[in-house]
């Protein structure tokens, strides 16, 4: 009964570099949120997703930040040309749906831009 | 604007009670959550509480919600060192798990 899965859960990327993040979530789940954390700071929302379909993006940086939840395989956070303002934790989180049930969280993937 | 505001630290003797307490703006909130973070992990969901409920127990923990003054509560009682960690306080709003998280509480528990 695995929960959210994130991997990596530590990436090192050089400036101007890609980073992909992935995400899957607890079986059965089939909406998918992102959260960034930086450091000393709590989560901020970035996106939220259903299957092929982004819901609220609202969080998101308008450039070099997009995100995928495909009918096959895991959600995909990508991060172009990487800045060193991008390091941070990227937490991943899933629910069964639009009802009550709260969210339960990945144990992140860990951004260092050098 | 939507805000959730919490102390940031805060130190307990072992045995003693623990109270994180948290603000929050949006009077529509619908959910309240409290979440533990322990060094380089996830967050781990402690416990939840509707808007329209006063007060949750589970074991030994205890949520108090005053809407009036919009404030919330997480009680710990017999703290141990395993509870050292940070708790996150959070609200839920809208029709889905948009999640607004306060900076977080580090709580240290020591002999």
């Known amino acids: 009964n695995a929960g959210v899965m994130q991997n990596p859960r530590h990436l090192v990327r050089r400036r101007g570099q890609e980073a992909r993040l992935r995400c899957s979530p607890m079986?059965?789940?089939?909406?998918v949120y992102w959260y960034r954390q930086l450091p000393e700071e709590g989560l901020k929302f970035m996106v939220y997703?259903?299957?092929?379909?982004?819901?609220?993006e609202s969080g998101m940086p308008k450039e070099r930040f997009s995100a995928e939840f495909p009918k096959e395989g895991p959600s995909i956070l990508r991060i172009q040309q990487v800045v060193r303002g991008d390091s941070a934790a990227y937490f991943c989180a899933s629910s069964p749906g639009t009802d009550n049930s709260p969210l339960h969280f990945g144990n992140g993937t860990r951004l260092t831009v050098t | 604007g939507e805000d959730v505001e919490q102390s940031l630290f805060l130190s307990v003797r072992e045995g003693d009670s623990s109270v994180i307490n948290c603000t929050y703006t949006?009077?529509?909130?619908?959910?309240l959550y409290w979440y533990k973070q322990e060094p380089g992990a996830g967050l781990q969901l402690l416990t939840y509480i509707f808007s329209n409920m006063d007060m949750k127990q589970d074991q030994r923990l205890t949520v108090l919600l005053n809407k009036k003054d919009k404030h919330l509560s997480l009680r710990i009682a017999d703290t141990q060192t395993g509870d050292s960690a940070i708790y996150f306080c959070?609200?839920?709003?809208?029709?889905?798990?948009?999640?607004?998280f306060g900076a977080g509480t580090r709580l240290a528990v020591h002999p």
């Open positions: 959070a609200e839920r709003s809208g029709g889905y798990n948009k999640l607004i």
């Open positions: 949006d009077s529509s909130s619908t959910y």
């Open positions: 079986k059965g789940h089939s909406h």
């Open positions: 997703l259903q299957k092929e379909n982004i819901i609220d």
